[in-house]
Each structure stands twice: as structure tokens, then as C-alpha cells.
């Protein structure tokens, strides 16, 4: 018994002056200014998918204002998961473009556009959004050849595009691969309080709110930032869209 005890103690000293050594060397870092811009201000994301076409491609980088709704657990990194609620709350606009956690599996964001807050009733009718029991104002474009990239068809096909207002006049494009989709009509659900509803821009292409089983309504809590620049926008071979850089709709 001596020996262990003699043995583990000054192990233990040791470790315990170690990690005071190493969390007075980290005080610099903690409070450097890009420590605190990405934890407290905007946190860096990079697109994976077409399911934003055309406001976000693959290979954009983004910036999610970290602020713009309150902070809680998805807002720092290596958070507890005891920690319940949001602080300096706000709630998301209509047309907002969001990262969030998906509810179904916590461990993956995502990024949707919001169109239904809390009380609304949603439904697709005909790949039409009608809210509030309103079809949401769309204005035909002219068809665009993005086939391949964005619909999964083959390379030169022409897709339908539309502009949509949400009733605050945001407004965005959005792309309508195939009549009749999976998702093109869907039963009225209502958004219960503390949640959103949130689609993608890529109609056809796009697991969001939509698809219940998979995502459903998104919590608040869950939400990360809200996306407001692409800052980086790389092609598939690597080089550089400058045109792509700027303030996102």
C-alpha cells in the first residue's frame, strides 16, 4: 500500500502542474483575436453539396454569424450536452440561409434556407411553397443548362428556375429539376413553437425540412449562424471564382 501510494502521488503533482503550465501558455491563444472571432463572431463552413444551387455551389466557403441568433451548445466547441437553452436569443427571418444541426443526427451541419417560422402552415403543392394556406409569390426564369451539376441529369439539360418572395420580400432563385418530384406535394404541417422550417434551394436535390423522417423541424436551438458571405469559392479543379466572392442573398 505505501509503495502504490508513494508511487501515484507525485504522478499526479505532475500531471496537475502540467495542465496549469499548458493552460497559462493557452491564455494567449484563448483571447488572440482569431480565436475570438471564429468562437464568438463567425465560424468558417465549406458547401460539400448541391442542395443550395444556385445561391451556394461546391466549393464555396461561407461565413456563419455565429451571433445572429444567440449562443447555446452548437455555438462553441466541446460544449457539454447538459447545456439547455439559447442566450441573447433572436429568431430567424424568412429567406434567412441557416447552419444548423440536423435534429435527427446532431453530429452533422447543415445549410437550408428558413421559410416557416413558429405557427405556420407549410405545404409544397405542385413544387410550389404555399404558406399560410398562400401560394408564395414565384416569377418563372428562363430555363438554365445545369443539368449534370445540379439535377443529377444528364450534362446540358435545362432546368426550370424561379424567383420566389416570402412575404418580408426576400427573395432568391431556386432550381426545379423534374415536374412532380418526390417532395413537389406534401400534406399542410404546422411549425410547433421553437422551431423552424427550412427547404433548399435545389428542390429536387435537397433532404430538409420536408423529409420528416430524416430532418423535420429544426429546433432554434440547433441553429449555428446565419450564413452571410462566401469568402473563398474554389471550382472543381481547384481554381479560384472570384466572381462567386461576396455577400450571399
Given amino acids: 500500500m505505501t509503495t502504490l501510494e508513494n508511487t501515484i502521488r507525485p504522478r499526479a503533482k505532475s500531471s496537475e502542474w502540467k495542465a496549469i503550465v499548458i493552460l497559462i501558455l493557452l491564455v494567449p491563444v484563448l483571447w488572440s483575436p482569431p480565436f475570438l472571432f471564429r468562437i464568438f463572431l463567425y465560424q468558417p463552413f465549406n458547401i460539400p453539396s448541391g442542395s443550395m444551387m444556385p445561391t451556394l455551389v461546391v466549393g464555396d466557403y461561407v461565413f456563419a454569424a455565429k451571433y445572429a441568433y444567440g ?6 466547441p466541446f460544449s457539454p450536452s447538459w447545456i439547455s437553452g439559447r442566450f441573447l436569443a433572436a429568431e430567424p427571418r424568412y ?15 447543415y445549410v437550408k434556407r428558413v421559410v416557416g417560422l413558429p405557427g405556420d402552415r407549410i405545404q409544397m403543392r405542385q413544387g410550389q411553397l404555399v404558406l399560410n394556406d398562400k401560394p408564395v409569390i414565384r ?14 441529369l444528364e450534362a446540358g439539360a435545362k432546368i426550370k428556375r424561379w424567383r420566389e ?3 418580408n420580400d426576400a427573395n432568391y432563385v ?10 413537389d406535394n406534401t400534406n399542410v404541417v404546422t411549425v410547433p413553437p421553437g422551431h423552424v422550417f ?3 434551394d435545389n428542390r429536387d436535390n435537397s433532404t430538409d425540412s420536408r423529409a420528416m423522417g430524416a430532418m423535420g423541424f429544426v429546433p432554434m436551438d440547433n ?3 446565419k450564413v452571410t458571405r462566401i469568402f473563398w469559392s ?12 461576396g455577400k450571399v442573398g
Avoid: H, Q, W
Fill in 71 to 76: 449562443y447555446d451548445r452548437y455555438s462553441f
Fill in 95 to 109: 429567406g434567412d440561409i441557416v447552419v444548423f444541426r440536423n435534429p435527427k443526427d446532431i453530429s452533422v451541419d
Fill in 139 to 152: 416569377v418563372a426564369l428562363k430555363d438554365f443548362a445545369a443539368g449534370g451539376a445540379a439535377c443529377g
Fill in 165 to 167: 418572395v416570402l412575404p
Fill in 174 to 183: 431556386t432550381y426545379d429539376c423534374i415536374d412532380n418530384g418526390y417532395y
Fill in 198 to 200: 427550412v427547404l433548399g
Fill in 223 to 225: 441553429l449555428v449562424g
Fill in 234 to 245: 474554389l471550382d472543381s479543379r481547384g481554381e479560384l471564382r472570384p466572381d462567386r466572392m
